[in-house]
């Protein structure tokens, strides 16, 4: 099969590897109809993680169901289906309790908790940007989709994760009705965090980011754009909270945070949140902090540590909640909400490209290149 694989630092090319193929009998063999570019994928491009040359990339998938093995009983051939980034058991007590993004059994690492597809440290499971998928526990992990699968695809492939992990951000805040937000970071994961906070009846909604393109989209939904190129992003938050901050907010920027200027702080967002979020506020935590960064410009941020204003935090009696979606908590509700057109988080998709032009997709995306928001890759389209 084709499949987008990591050579090294910004190197990744199409090639043709083994098929995937059924492996164990609660295996489903899904053929890739869409895989997207996660903004999470350039971390690994950019050669920021101990990922290993060979890896097979793409946790962002969804297709239809070609195989199923002898033990899978409700997933069958012909299903269209959505696949959670994180892969899970089912049975673990994580797992039981919802928290399928901490599966204890179905990474082989016995320290850790959690299996993602195509993803530094979140075990050997190749992922989707590829013609076929192999999904282990198929009939736990693939949720199935309606009759209008196929006309709505832009938008279920969403359900993978960044929908999902916008919506984590808006509950790790312990959002409510009637809240104001602030989300960092304008990336497709923030966009769906504004747009979750806005489905679920935020007062107010600030974008802080600074390319154009993409804090134009979030003013399509009724957010406010600020743009912390043209001032302190703290101060505009607080003027347009009447000096109070907001209710809630959401970090999805991650450890690879840069300042207007172009330097990189890791600790950026997160104290800015602290300053942008009220007395007594909450912040949920999405953007990826890993426990070692050996790109990062200082021994701390290398060490997967930051430069945390926990002062200023607990004397604000701020709570945070962080780590990453468990994917399954969500994406059936926001199915529906897809299929009943309540929700429609194609919009921020700005390329649908072959497979075949996977590099040159990752190239611009990468570069922050105006226009590129969203990328969306179709290994049946042709070139």
Known sequence: MKALVYNGSRDVTVKDVPDARIEQPTDVLVRITTTNICGSDLHMYEGRTDLEPGMVLGHENMGEVVEVGSGVTRTQVGDMVCLPFNIGCGFCRNCEDGLTGY?????????MAG???????????WGGQAELLRVPFGDFNCLRLPDDARE?????VMLSDIFPTGWHCTRLADMRAGDSMVVYGAGPVGLMAAYSAMIQGASQVMVVDRHPDRLKLAEQIGAIAVDDSKGDPVEQVLELTRGKGADKGCECVGYQAHDPQGTEDAAMTMNNLVKSVRFTGHIGVVGIFLPQDPGAPDELARNGKIAFDQGLAWFKGQKIGNGQANVKAYNRQLRDLIHMGRATPSWIVSHELPLSQAPEAYRNFDARDEGWTKVLLKPGMTA
Do not use: R, S
């Not at 709505?152 to 279920?156: A, I, P, T």
């Open 152 to 156: 709505k695809e832009n938008d279920y």
């Open 115 to 125: 299996a993602a597809y195509g993803f530094a440290g979140m075990g050997p499971f």
């Open 103 to 111: 599966c204890l059994t179905v990474n082989p690492d016995p320290n």
